[in-house]
């Protein structure tokens, strides 16, 4: 009986050391993508999209501010930035076989 529970617990600290570093590889590249395209693409789309709202007339754009507008563009834009960060080629953390 003791014999199988110690065998399940060094299985799954043999998955865990194994799986979990692979695992937290990812979420640092996946966090890193993320704040770089924050940082780099979201300013630039945002600055693109305000060259053609400042043609607006003002009361449009008051109106436009008070309804939020502002933050549904931000909204959309991240995700739209968020999704351009990731066209990067994928390639495979894991040990043994080829890239994505």
């Known amino acids: 009986m003791w014999s199988i529970l110690f065998g399940q617990v060094n299985y ?8 979990l570093a692979l695992l937290l590889a990812r979420v640092l ?5 993320g704040i ?6 979201l300013p630039d789309i945002v600055t693109y999209i305000q060259s053609f709202l400042d043609a ?4 449009v754009i008051a109106y436009l501010g008070a309804l939020k507008f502002d933050v549904c563009l931000t ?17 495979h953390l894991g040990t043994g076989g080829g890239g994505g």
Not at 29 to 33: A, E, H, K, Q, S
């Open 56 to 59: 607006l007339p003002p009361n």
């Open 36 to 41: 770089g395209t924050y940082n780099v693409l």
């Open 75 to 91: 909204i959309v834009f991240s995700a739209y930035a968020a999704k351009l960060g990731t066209k990067i080629k994928p390639f």
């Open 29 to 33: 590249l996946t966090f890193g993508i």
């Open 12 to 19: 799954f600290w043999d998955f865990a050391r194994t799986h």
